[in-house]
């Protein structure tokens, strides 16, 4: 089975309130995989919502600000994710297309983790498929780029005074082997960070 593959992402997003709406990826292709995730650098303890027939994967509401991730399968009729929260705060989002996806299993949730610190990073995922892909989110309160974990390949990057995030892969060939512990030095910061398998 070929492993998962990242196609394109949508134009990162960005504003002030109680909701967000990043924008899909322009080109879209029947059967493959959509996920967005929603940064709220500077409130903590929120509670996330999302419509458009999305599922929230994940959530981190704690180490000094909120984040969610989720997903759906394309099938024509996909429209933008809408996530919900209470507190008005400054908010990033943004949309990725992964191909080459199980059409009807295809996410496993994995690992997460929040601190205030300079190492953001998050527990190593064991995977239940071959040539499954290792899927991280990285984000944190300040204005710094991220490097790239070791072992994993940056897809999307961005930073401004707002916050800043990486999502990145790595591909794991082995049912049951481990993936590589995404792990990066920042300047002091609240973050937080996500690990999933996409089958």
Known sequence: MTAPAYVNAGSITGGSGTSGTPGLPSSRVLGSMLIAFIQVATATGQTFSVGGGWTIGDTSNAGG?????????????????????????????????????????AIVVGTKNNGNSTTCTTAAINTTRKNSLAVCFMMHAGSQAFPVPAGFTSRSAFNDAGGSNLLCDETVAGSGASSSTPSSTITSAQWQAFLFELQ
């Open 65 to 105: 600000g909120s984040s969610a991730w989720a997903w759906r399968i394309i099938d024509g009729a996909e429209a933008a994710p809408v996530f919900s929260w209470s507190t008005s705060a400054t908010w990033h989002g943004q949309v990725y297309q992964y191909t080459n996806n199980d059409p009807e299993s």
